[in-house]
């Protein structure tokens, strides 16, 4: 049970229920109704199973950057309750088996296009650009932005404009988000020579970055109304939780407690879902969708 449970730390099992939460609402977003049992069932295995993968190949690259940094200095691998092999085995397992379900149950496009994902995380985010540039998290962001894609692609099996808006809100929404974080982190990056925005730049220049991601956040999240892909509900709720970020930004600029960075991180993991779950149900109450119901 006990290696069970590091194995579940693996695969970041609180980041994965984001990645997949936003998946699924693609999912419903594709069709009037209830998404095809099998799109569903297994497309939410395949990128749960992937994600996870992604994770764990995370975990083994950065093995020696997580033992300096307070944050993750208790996971498997940098506490040596998991060994390298070990670790390199179950991500490849994972990866193997993800591929497998998206392309035998779901269908092909789903299956690369979940692969790029896996890849621009693993190896170009993890391995590369984290190391080598402090816009790391903006360029490499796609491959957390992808999600809703993949759930669309897996009930329609073709890509379409509004699923590539719902990405570009993630993409937009990942730098203030995960900067907000290495505010707080700082010294942690510092010590494990990351060159995260905070650490090259300093913490007023991020805190400037912040503000101007949160404004075209902001106004990237209003797209779907304003092309006609969502309604009202969503419209208000993603004008509402909008003005609270904005609020947490601004306040970060003269932040009250050096925690106060994690508050703004902690409001936008809550923006995200919340912005999600409005476009849900601004789907099903307001203008359903006239999209091909795929068996």
Known sequence: ??????????????????????????????????????????????????????????????????????????????????????????????????????????????????????????????????????????????????????????????????ALQLCLIIFVWTPPHFWALAIFRREDYARAQIPMLPVTHGVRYTRWQILLYTILLVLVSLLPSITGHSGLIYFGGAAVLGVGFLFYAFRLMNPPDEYFAMRVFKYSVIYLMALFAFLLADHWLVQPMTLPHLA
Not at 133 to 162: C, D, K, M, R
Request: glycine share 8%; net charge positive.
């Open 1 to 162: 049970m006990m290696l069970a449970r590091e194995y579940l730390q693996l695969t970041k099992p609180r980041v994965v229920a984001l990645l997949v939460f936003c998946a699924v609402i693609g999912m419903f977003l594709a069709v009037p109704s209830i998404p095809p049992w099998r799109a569903l069932v297994f497309g939410t295995l395949g990128i749960w199973l992937a994600s996870g993968s992604a994770a764990a190949f995370n975990h083994l690259i950065d093995e020696r950057i997580d033992k300096l940094m307070a944050r993750t200095a208790r996971r498997p691998l940098a506490t040596g309750k998991l060994n390298a092999r070990q670790v390199l085995v179950f991500a490849a397992v994972l990866g193997v088996l993800s591929m497998v379900v998206l392309a035998t149950q779901v269908n092909v496009l789903t299956a690369w296009l979940t692969f790029g994902g896996l890849i621009g995380y693993a190896l170009v985010y993890t391995a590369y650009l984290k190391r080598a540039t402090p816009q790391n998290i903006v360029i490499g962001g796609l491959a957390g932005a992808i999600p809703p894609v993949l759930g669309w692609t897996a009930v329609t099996g073709a890509l379409h404009p509004f």
